[in-house]
């Protein structure tokens, strides 16, 4: 870590390191958007740079295009990315419709075998009366 420092050659007064960092031969500090903890990595990528800029002092803040892309580039993979939102969103809609429609189906015929079920009970109790009263008049006979 002693190896990194400002590009005018002073120390830092702050780290935030993730787990295990630095851990390669790299020269150069990236921050990871998500956590905001540092990682060494190689000079030739190509991304923003961050400087160091004394909090006493208000310097205006330069335009840096974001990781070397245009603002146009930017906009269109947005775009892109909204498209292919879109598409998957339209496509668990559909398939969530059509889930629906086979579940409402299968409550149907639930129902349907339940009110089946129901009859074949009353048969089934009307038969056994009948039997009951055929064993009695045998009984008797």
């Given at each position: 870590?002693?190896?990194?420092?400002?590009?005018?050659?002073?120390?830092?007064?702050?780290?935030?390191?993730?787990?295990?960092?630095?851990?390669?031969?790299?020269?150069c500090i990236r921050i990871e958007m998500f956590n905001g903890r540092w990682h060494d990595f190689s000079c030739e990528s190509n991304c923003i740079?961050?400087?160091?800029?004394?909090?006493?002092?208000?310097?205006?803040?330069?335009?840096?295009?974001?990781?070397?892309?245009?603002?146009?580039?930017?906009?269109?993979?947005?775009?892109?990315?909204?498209?292919?939102?879109?598409?998957?969103?339209?496509?668990?809609?559909?398939?969530?419709?059509?889930?629906?429609?086979?579940?409402?189906?299968?409550?149907?015929?639930?129902?349907?075998?339940?009110?089946?079920?129901?009859?074949?009970?009353?048969?089934?109790?009307?038969?056994?009366?009948?039997?009951?009263?055929?064993?009695?008049?045998?009984?008797?006979?």
């Amino acid at each position: 870590m002693e190896s990194f420092v400002w590009i005018d050659g002073t120390a830092f007064d702050f780290t935030n390191w993730a787990p295990e960092q630095p851990d390669g031969p790299d020269t150069c500090i990236r921050i990871e958007m998500f956590n905001g903890r540092w990682h060494d990595f190689s000079c030739e990528s190509n991304c923003i740079v961050m400087c160091q800029m004394s909090y006493l002092i208000d310097y205006p803040t330069p335009e840096i295009p974001a990781f070397g892309f245009s603002e146009e580039a930017i906009l269109n993979s947005i775009k892109d990315l909204n498209a292919k939102i879109d598409f998957f969103s339209n496509n668990i809609n559909e398939k969530l419709s059509r889930l629906d429609y086979h579940v409402h189906h299968i409550d149907e015929s639930v129902e349907q075998c339940k009110a089946t079920n129901d009859e074949l009970k009353k048969v089934k109790q009307k038969i056994l009366k009948q039997l009951n009263k055929t064993e009695a008049i045998i009984m008797f006979a």
